[in-house]
């Protein structure tokens, strides 16, 4: 997803939100087409004859289960008001003023990617090697590198 202009929208923490499956739409686009071809393929016709596991299963409450994916498993970036709202990484970030976390003083002793576990560490290292770099600069060098960001 991406705010005006081709700006991509980056959080503080590094991630880049067109390469998260739930902020690039990848989630919200696959369930929507999950949906139809669960449709479209009459899938709860014929799942009973081809398996006994097809029996049990209420395609009724799958269908609601990918129509709020396709609504709601859908992020707008942090920049947008989108991702946790209480993320202790946007939330800190955003009272400094700092587009990402890699311009820092207190990057090292930040303890706020704790919650995010191992890859709150992966993230926080990506911030340490983004020293000197700018928001520009950082997202073009992912852009040009990865694309499993997320
Ligand atoms: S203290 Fe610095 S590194 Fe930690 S979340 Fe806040 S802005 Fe980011």
Redesign the pocket.
């Known amino acids: 997803m991406t705010t005006d202009s081709d700006k991509p929208e980056v959080g503080?923490c590094g991630i880049v939100c067109g390469f998260c499956p739930l902020g690039s739409g990848a989630v919200a686009e696959t369930a929507e087409r999950a949906r139809g071809f669960l449709e479209g393929c009459n899938i709860p016709d014929w799942a009973p004859l081809v398996s006994e596991e097809g029996c049990g299963i209420d395609w009724h409450q799958v269908v609601e289960g990918l129509e709020w994916m396709r609504r709601y498993a859908l992020c707008p970036g942090c920049e947008s008001g989108g991702g946790p709202p209480d993320c202790?990484?946007r939330v800190?970030?955003r009272e400094?003023g700092?587009d990402l976390?890699s311009f820092?003083g207190?990057?090292e002793s930040?303890g706020?990617f704790g919650w995010l576990g191992d890859r709150g560490e992966e993230m926080k290292d990506a911030?340490r090697r983004a020293r000197g770099v700018s928001r520009e600069e950082y997202v073009n060098a992912l852009q040009g590198g990865k694309s499993g960001e997320g």
């Open positions: 503080p202790p990484i800190c970030a400094k700092l976390c820092c207190e990057l930040c706020n911030m």
